[in-house]
Every structure is written in C-alpha cells, then in structure tokens.
C-alpha cells in the first residue's frame, strides 16, 4: 500500500483535520479518507507511518460491525468496490481510497467529545497527581497510577478546532447539549466502552480509555461516528504488561511522544511547527504498533 499524507479526490472537500480528510459526496453522504499523518502535541510531522490510515479505517470498521446491535452508526462501507459504484467520480482514485475510505451517512455533530477512562492514566493522571480531581472533580482518595477505576470515569470534552480539547464537568456538558443529549451521550459512551474493554479482554488487551464521538441523524437518532476504539483515539496496553503505579507500553504513537520529549529535552525542538525530522527507526516503530494492534485485536493481518 502507498503512503497517502494528503488525498485529491473530485469532490467537495469540506475539512482537513490532522489525520482525516472530509469529502461531500451529497446531502446524505460524506466520505472520510483516514491518510498517513501524524501528529503529536497538536503539530503534524512531515513523515507519514506506514498502514496508518489503513489501520484506522479498517480497525474502525471491525468495531463498527461487532457493535450492530449495540449502538446505532454512521458507516456504509469500507469496501473500495461499494464505495466506487455508490459514486462513480471515484473510479479513478482506487489508489487513495482502498483501504483507507469510509463511506458514510452524514449527522449533525454533538460539539462533544466522549472519553471513557478505565484506568487512571496520561492527562487524567496528571491532574489527580497535582489536585486529586479530574476536570475539576474529585475522584477517591488514594488511587495510584494505571491504576483500574471501577466504574470507570466518564469524562467529556469539549472539541478544539486547534490546540487541545479541554476536559469538562458533566455540569458544563449539560449546559452545552442539554440535559437529555448529555444522559444519552454518557449512556452509550459507557455501553460501548464496556463492549470494546470486555472484548479487548478477550484477547490480551487492556483498553484503559477511550473516546467516541456521536451525532443525530436525520430521524433525531444518536449515532456513533469518526473512529473507534483505534490506537489514535484510545490507550491499548498488553495485559502482560499492566501493573499497578507503573506506565505500561501502549499500542499507539508512544514512540513519538517519547522522541520529541527527548528532542525538546536537548533543546533541539520548542514545540512548535515545523516539528524536527523523524529518525526512521521511530516510524517504523509506530508502524509496527498499529498492525500488531490490529492483528491482536482482529486475530488477522492487515489485508494490504
């Protein structure tokens, strides 16, 4: 598969987020095309990773199909095959989309985004660490980091057009959706992560949080949208690798994270685009993470 770090497709494009390109294909439809990107401390690098996009599509797409039943969805298809005889200007840009494209229904977006953490780590830790709350409320006394937080935590945020998204009370989230949005909103964030931890499970994983975006369609349902329980969106650790007060490895973009730090570290990088070249040993690392995360979640390799 080719590394695609910025799509061209002959149709309206309406965004171009840090990893996804948006598409208009009518008043129902859109199309997202998950590229090579990445980014880290809200700056894109000038490198893409490998089967990145794939991975996020296509790992979206498995959860998407084991959760029928579970929560109602905006996919129609992932198939390039479906997706070009659903709109036929496509025909000529199998290279961009197979793999990486999803077909799906449009929605009007709640301006939230749903975390569920399942264990206390990454920002969450910070905050109880330094004042013992998270988003400004208290959690019990005494927790430790990667630490299981039974129930876990549904924390909102709210969604940045640049920066970070800023967590939020469920107070706040009340007063921005509304409070019948809000209950539904935190009712399925729940059930779906409660499906994708046990599943997850299953299979030597431990999902410690997540987060999930929705949107009512047409009918005024709530739909689940974007991506799913990817590595992009969650925090995967190997069960083996889990204890308690320890930062465990993760299925993700750690690679990178720990590069730049080191970059910053030694004066090399202040933060700031443009970021500094990325060795090659860091991409391939991060490669390496989505497929093995992929093959443990699915049980398959990547179809590529």
């Not at 084991?66 to 659903?86: C, F, K, N, W």
């Not at 876990?152 to 706040?172: L, Q, Y």
């Not at 190997?238 to 720990?258: I, N």
Request: glycine share 8%; charged share 25%.
């Amino acid at each position: 598969m080719d590394l695609l770090t910025r799509s061209d497709l002959p149709l309206e494009l309406v965004g171009r987020g840090k990893v996804r390109d948006i598409y208009v294909i009518d008043a129902q439809r859109l199309l997202l095309i998950a590229t090579d990107r990445v980014s880290a401390f809200d700056v894109v690098m000038a490198e893409p990773v490998p089967f990145k996009g794939a991975v996020l599509t296509q790992l979206s797409a498995w959860w998407f199909r084991r959760l029928e039943g579970v929560v109602d969805h905006h996919l129609l298809s992932v198939d390039a095959d479906e997706i070009i005889a659903a709109v036929p200007a496509l025909a000529g840009c199998r290279d961009q989309i197979a793999g990486r494209a999803t077909l799906c229904r449009r929605v009007e977006v709640a301006p939230i985004e749903c975390v569920v953490r399942g264990y206390l780590s990454g920002s969450a830790w910070k905050e109880y660490a330094a004042t013992g709350t998270l988003a400004g409320e208290a959690l019990p006394a005494g927790l430790r980091q990667s630490e299981r937080l039974d129930p876990p935590v549904f924390s909102p945020a709210t969604k940045a057009e640049t920066g970070h998204d800023e967590n939020i009370p469920v107070s706040r989230m009340v007063e921005l959706v509304g409070a019948e949005l809000a209950a539904e909103l935190e009712r399925l964030s729940r059930t779906v992560y409660a499906a994708g931890r046990d599943a997850a499970a299953e299979r030597g994983l431990v999902l410690a949080d997540t987060k999930f975006e929705f949107g009512r369609d047409a009918a005024g349902k709530v739909v689940l949208i974007d991506e799913v329980m990817t590595p992009d969106s969650s925090r995967y650790w190997p069960a083996e690798g889990w204890s308690v007060g320890e930062v465990p490895p993760s299925f993700d973009k750690q690679p990178l994270r720990d590069h730049l730090d080191a970059e910053r570290a030694a004066g090399r990088w202040n933060g700031e685009a443009p970021p500094p070249p990325l060795p090659q040993a860091v991409i391939d690392a991060m490669s390496a993470r989505y497929l093995e995360l992929y093959r443990r979640m699915t049980g398959e390799d990547l179809a590529v």
